[in-house]
């Protein structure tokens, strides 16, 4: 790993043992992207790969050559006014509105070993300097005397770069930032398919390839969150780029709030791709001597197709960026009521339902929503953190205590950025409500949001769940965030600096995560949104789990966890068997498809085990020991994603996931809708040692030994025939044992 300045032709080299990122001072002064792919040599000069030309109806600054026309030039930090017309990565104007047109020099730079924490965001981060290197480049607007830093680190063993601004105002005179993106990427070519993670509430991130097209494409949010309908991550990749092979770049902004990332293919050849604060509706007040730091944006390239980046940023997000004493431990099985019982429960319910979980293995309860204020239906008392005693007789406490007696651990529900009307807390503090300015708000599942942005608001949640945690045994908490915003303003802010709401919002959540993970760092939490509408890097900092998705239908699962697995690591993903027919969909699928599906993941169940048969119960217990057994690869394996996706068959999904030392793997296939006489599939696979002899076995839950996929497959077999040949399915012909819709095979590899 290296970063090199070479004043002679005014490039930089960032290179590591697969990527290097070039980056050349152009003719203005100011940096440009020479070049972004495998390694090059560092005793190679690369400047000269940047192209420039004169062309009619281009422009060029009057002291500087006509070939030098900025629409095409690419750009590291691109500004608008001076014959770029592409989307800008920084908008500033003054104080009285007047675009600030800015002229960004470089003025110095420094390059150091390691990595330094941002001031109040999230980020990656290193454990020893020798992990990364960073480039700090400093440009300055003469005119104004705004100086900008463009931040690099390199990771020693990955190929990606860490990339972010920070926005200096030196000058005299009171600044706003309109816009301000982490990263922008000028790429020389064109033919790129834009693959991003999209959709709603019950059906998120799930994934999307097109090619890209003249003009300008976007994804964001401007919902307060980052969003069930877009993930702030996506991939460019060349057509012809697979799992396992191809180039490919992913970004992904390590963020929770809104964002957007651009694609903009632009008039001659070139694509500029660009991720940051979404600038719909913001603006950053930045007084003489005050700064500005935008969120992290990582990047990626490969070579090597799909499967290579995903297990980068898997490795990354999850060792790197998910932090704390849960972050390398196995996590537990949980089983968690809201399904079981939605609000109505009492003591006694909820401790039948935790020995019963108990009795099958299962290692910790989690009670969910309903159990505070007078919650009985969704219309009332988010905000009021206190037991119902209606309820909860014995309060938080109590109930935790018996749990802990049946030997299970105990876990919590809270949703504390939001207040219903009908609280105590609402009565008591109506400005604490976002848009409480106004004299109409607008609700969403009958509740209002608390403006995190003011830190009384803060305050009262940090004392009130730390009331609670210091008093219960309470070892999990599941942080969920029920609504979309309206009505973005705070009464905390005055009228030139509404503007800043959002992400001072966002800013006290991270806060207030930051406070209750350190003063509590025994707890696991887990983060959710509705399911998945807050499903990012930048909670996954404080949170190493998040609910996937509230759709637990195992085969809505397989493309909501496909697409998820592009960027997050299997550990972050929660994943529940639940009842059948599902409550989301109405779908039965078997049992053992539920539990293969949920397996890749942080496991548990969503259900009342008192409703379940005999049967059922053993086949759960099998689950759950099968699980102990093989949860650290189904956690922190190396995960691949084998058949299924945009661009493959609907109907069968295969995906499986390795040990680090390679001697322990499991593979998941999923037939959705069963055929008569199916031919023969071949499951190649990927991410064994091919000397190694692995013993592979069948695992349903009831053997069913005379099935084709026992007989074809178990025994030992060679790693260079399962890489290059492969499992054997879809065997069962016409006398043979046909397993009906949603069936699944599962498979285990012992070296
Ligand atoms: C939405 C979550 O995703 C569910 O799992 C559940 O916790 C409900 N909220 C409770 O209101």
């Given at each position: ?47 000269r ?15 500087l ?41 470089y ?28 480039l ?6 003469g ?66 390839r ?29 057509p ?48 003489p ?38 972050r ?37 309860f ?29 309060g ?13 651990a ?29 004299s ?12 995190m942005?003011?830190?009384e ?23 969920d ?92 993903m ?75 068959d ?15 793997a ?6 959705t ?33 005379d ?15 399962l890489?290059q ?27």
């Amino acid at each position: 790993m290296a970063i090199q300045w070479y004043p002679e032709t005014q490039e930089f080299h960032l290179q590591n043992t697969s990527i290097s990122y070039v980056i050349s001072l152009l003719p203005d002064r100011s940096p440009g992207l020479a070049y972004f792919g495998r390694p090059l040599a560092l005793e190679g000069r690369y400047s000269r790969i940047v192209r420039f030309e004169d062309r009619a109806l281009s422009t060029h600054q009057s002291d500087l050559p006509a070939s030098f026309c900025l629409d095409y030039a690419p750009r590291e930090c691109p500004t608008y006014g001076r014959g770029d017309y592409r989307f800008p990565a920084l908008e500033l104007e003054t104080e009285a509105g007047s675009p600030v047109i800015l002229d960004l020099q470089y003025l110095e730079h420094r390059i150091y070993q390691g990595k330094p924490p941002l001031k109040k965001l999230p980020a990656t981060y290193i454990e020893s300097l020798d992990e990364a290197e960073s480039l700090t480049l400093t440009l300055e607007d003469g005119a104004s005397h705004l100086q900008v830093q463009l931040h690099y680190t390199l990771f020693k063993d990955h190929p990606i770069l860490a990339r972010r601004i920070t926005v200096h105002n030196e000058g005299g005179q009171v600044l706003r930032i309109r816009r301000a993106y982490s990263a922008v990427l000028d790429l020389d070519t064109s033919n790129w398919d834009f693959i991003y993670f999209s959709g709603a509430w019950a059906r998120e991130r799930h994934t999307n390839r097109n090619p890209i097209g003249p003009g300008l494409q976007s994804i964001g949010s401007n919902r307060g969150s980052s969003s069930a309908q877009h993930n702030p991550s996506a991939i460019l990749a060349r057509p012809e780029t697979t799992e396992t092979a191809g180039e490919a770049l992913g970004v992904l902004l390590v963020y929770s709030g809104n964002f957007s990332i651009d694609v903009e293919l632009g008039s001659h050849g070139d694509t500029r791709l660009g991720l940051g604060i979404n600038p719909f509706g913001f603006s950053w007040r930045l007084a003489p001597g005050e700064s500005f730091e935008t969120p992290e944006a990582l990047i990626a390239y490969t070579d090597r197709g799909f499967s290579d980046l995903s297990l980068h940023f898997h490795r990354l997000l999850g060792r790197r960026l998910a932090r704390g004493q849960w972050r390398d431990r196995e996590r537990p099985i949980l089983i968690n009521n809201w399904e079981a019982t939605y609000f109505h429960f009492d003591e006694q319910k909820l401790l039948d339902i935790a020995q019963s979980a108990k009795d099958l293995g299962i290692e910790l309860f989690v009670l969910d929503d309903g159990w505070f204020g007078q919650r009985n239906d969704d219309t009332s008392s988010l905000g009021d953190w206190e037991a119902n005693r209606e309820k909860l007789p014995h309060g938080i406490e109590g109930l935790a205590r018996r749990v802990a007696d049946l030997g299970l651990a105990f876990g919590l529900w809270f949703e504390p950025e939001m207040v219903s009307p009908n609280s105590r807390l609402y009565r008591e503090h109506p400005d604490w409500a976002v848009g409480s300015p106004l004299s109409k708000q607008t609700l969403g599942r009958n509740q209002l949001v608390l403006d995190m942005g003011r830190s009384e608001v803060v305050d009262y949640l940090f004392e009130s769940i730390s009331r609670l945690l210091s008093a219960a045994p309470i070892s999990y908490i599941k942080w969920d965030m029920n609504r979309q915003m309206t009505e973005p303003l705070s009464s905390a802010l005055p009228p030139d600096r509404q503007g800043e709401f959002f992400h001072r919002y966002i800013i006290g959540v991270y806060e207030l995560y930051r406070r209750l993970t350190e003063a509590f760092p025994q707890v696991l939490f887990e983060s959710c949104s509705a399911g998945g509408n807050r499903f990012d890097a930048g909670m996954l900092a404080f949170a190493p789990q998040a609910w996937t998705s509230d759709d637990s239908d195992a085969i809505e699962r397989l493309a909501i966890q496909w697409g998820t697995s592009y960027f997050y690591p299997p550990s972050s993903m929660g994943a529940h068997v639940s009842a059948v027919p599902n409550h989301q969909v109405g779908r039965i699928t078997p049992l053992w498809t539920r539990a293969g599906v949920a397996f890749f993941g942080a496991f548990g169940y969503e259900l009342d085990p008192g409703k379940l048969s005999e049967s059922e119960k053993v086949e759960i217990r099998a689950q759950v020991d099968f699980y102990k057994a093989w949860r650290r690869v189904f956690q922190f394996g190396d995960f691949y994603r084998l058949a299924g996706g945009p661009a493959g068959d609907a109907n069968f999904v295969a995906w499986m996931s390795v040990s680090e030392d390679q001697s322990r793997a499991v593979v998941l296939a999923v037939q959705t809708l069963a055929r008569p006489n199916p031919g023969f599939r071949r499951l190649p696979l990927r991410g064994l040692k091919a000397d190694l002899q692995y013993r592979v076995q069948v695992r349903p839950a009831v053997p069913v030994k005379d099935e084709a996929s026992v007989r074809y497959n178990e025994g030992l077999r060679r790693g260079d025939e399962l890489l290059q040949v492969g499992l054997l399915l879809g065997g069962d012909g016409w006398n043979g044992v046909s397993r009906g819709d949603f069936a699944s095979w599962l498979f285990t590899l012992e070296a």
